[in-house]
């Protein structure tokens, strides 16, 4: 990386409009590569800004930066990695049905239970806070 194509840290988050401090964790992760200057500087090639804008667009796709971390290692060994992305993707799919459901559930749950409350509502006991709540089974 020659010194005039180089970036220090705060231009890669200025470009990108991500924070300093995200930066050098997605650098802890091995996300992003720097190299030190003999002043101690973080100092970027111009790639960066174009990793760290990846990184946001799979973000937002709902992959964790684990997930990215994956891909990019199919990336780095010279693999196109969108059928690994394919494959991710649909377990995410997957993960957002099975949570739908179980939200589902809860919500009938919860609809339930303002029905009776609306119907009878139950008369404190001594030591009850809210003779509602206290009507409900502890889940084991």
Not at 41 to 48: D, G, I, L, V
Not at 89 to 107: G, N, S, Y
Request: net charge negative; aromatic share 8%; with cysteine.
């Amino acid at each position: 990386m020659t010194v005039a194509t180089r970036l220090k840290i705060g231009d890669v988050a200025k470009q990108t409009g991500i924070a300093v401090g995200a930066l050098r964790y997605y650098e802890s992760l091995g996300l992003l590569h720097s190299e030190r200057g003999d002043n101690g500087y973080r100092y970027y090639s111009p790639t960066a800004v174009h990793q760290v804008q990846f990184i946001k667009k799979a973000q937002a796709l709902g992959f964790s930066l684990e997930d990215v971390g994956d891909v990019l290692n199919v990336h780095q060994r010279g693999d196109v990695p969108c059928g690994f992305v394919q494959s991710l993707l649909q377990d995410k799919i997957q993960q957002l049905e099975d949570q739908i459901q179980q939200m589902t559930a809860f919500k009938a749950d919860l609809e339930d239970y303002r029905d009776r409350w609306a119907e009878s509502q139950p008369h404190p006991q001594p030591g009850d806070i809210c003779p509602l709540i206290e009507t409900v089974p502890l889940a084991v």
